[in-house]
């Protein structure tokens, strides 16, 4: 974790979450998981938005596809420790943190979800994601307009 940067969870959004039933059948063939984290920056409140979306799959077929926004309220002092000319740095370590709690609570939302269905027995596994975050972000201030 990098040092000196506090921030709270403060809510979460299922953008959407849809599965497709038809024609599936449990015949051994591999499930394939597609795993995408984006991330914004509301700099007027000083929030951090962590979208996680996936995709599970079998060949070409998609069965499940769901994006959840997980939203992280920066400690005004943390985020000036952020903050470079127009634009906020997000460490390594820090998306890290933002993209582990976003998809742990979307492993949770999956096996909630699919209770009852054929794809009940799907479990995301652990993401290490420390393997994939390995820049700083940088997102920049939106231009200033002048009335």
Request: negative net charge; charged residues 20%; hydrophobic residues 40%.
């Amino acid at each position: 974790m990098d040092k000196g940067i506090y921030y709270r969870f403060t809510g979460l959004e299922l953008k959407q979450f849809a599965t497709f039933e038809d024609g599936y059948t449990e015949d051994g063939r591999e499930i394939a998981i597609s795993c995408k984290f984006t991330f914004a920056y509301n700099f007027a409140d000083n929030v951090v938005c962590c979208t996680n979306s996936i995709i599970i799959s079998k060949e070409d077929s998609v069965l499940v596809k769901a994006d959840l926004d997980a939203y992280f309220a920066i400690n005004p002092e943390s985020a000036a420790n952020l903050s470079e000319a127009n634009a906020v740095v997000i460490p390594p370590g820090l998306q890290a943190q933002f993209a582990s709690l976003t998809y742990g609570t979307m492993r949770g939302v999956v096996f909630t979800k699919t209770l009852g269905t054929p794809f009940s027995k799907i479990i995301l596994p652990p993401n290490d994601v420390l393997e994939v975050i390995k820049s700083p972000l940088r997102i920049e201030a939106p231009m200033q307009r002048n009335s």
